[in-house]
């Protein structure tokens, strides 16, 4: 009896001996990899980022262009305002007279040397004459007195080259001083040619 207990237990032993010798050991879990999808999306992203950072580089060096382009032009219109005004008052620049006489001064054919290359330069320049008078002589002679003296500077520039048909003239004679006291200092201002434009003179051209 007691042999058979015995024998009864090495048979379960090794029946749980073989059991356990012929279980399949489970696999280990693989580790999960990224998906194809999530691949794209991060590769997608990169690309978006990108894509992003050129656009405001490219927005900001516009802008800049833009910035540079508008100080330029207006530098550049500010300095053809100041030509302008120069030439303007090169332009305006009176010649004078010795008493009762309408001959060009050598100094003031300097002035009118300087008035030629503008108006050469400026085709569209139009021009008015007036001469001038002191107040010593009468009306009649004075307004003809201006009138020789308005004459003579514009045969001047006619001769060197202007369109007689770009320069008026006028007499004022003695009407119009611009000094005021009866002395020979204000009647050498008073006796004189004044220049005006009247057309061609809103963006001159400096020669």
């Known amino acids: 009896m007691r042999r058979l207990h015995l024998l009864v237990l090495v048979g379960l032993a090794a029946a749980a001996a073989a059991g356990a010798c012929g279980r399949t050991p489970e696999p280990e879990a693989a580790a999960p ?5 999530s691949i794209a999306a991060a590769d997608r992203a990169r690309q978006d980022s990108i894509a992003a950072a050129q656009a405001e580089a ?10 540079v382009a ?12 100041r ?4 030439v303007r008052a090169m332009v305006a620049t009176m010649v004078h ?11 003031d054919a300097a002035i009118l040397d ?4 503008i108006l050469q330069a400026n085709p569209d320049l139009r021009i008015r004459i007036a001469g001038h008078c002191d107040e010593r002589g009468s009306d009649e002679y004075n307004l003809a007195l201006g009138n020789r003296r308005a004459i003579a500077a514009k045969q001047y520039l006619v001769s060197h080259g202007i369109d007689a048909g ?7 004679g003695e009407e119009r001083p611009i000094a005021m006291e009866h002395d020979e200092d204000s009647w050498a201002q008073n006796r004189r040619d004044e220049f005006e434009i009247l057309s061609g003179g809103d963006l001159l051209r400096t020669p």
Do not use: H, L, N, W
């Open 33 to 37: 990899q990224p998906g194809t999808d």
């Open 58 to 67: 490219e927005r900001r060096a516009r802008e800049e262009a833009e910035r």
């Open 70 to 81: 508008r100080e330029r032009a207006a530098e550049s219109a500010a300095a053809m305002e």
């Open 83 to 86: 030509a302008t005004a120069e």
């Open 97 to 107: 007279f010795d008493f009762d006489k309408s001959a060009i001064r050598p100094d």
């Open 114 to 117: 300087q008035k030629i290359p």
């Open 166 to 172: 770009r320069i008026e003239t006028v007499s004022y």
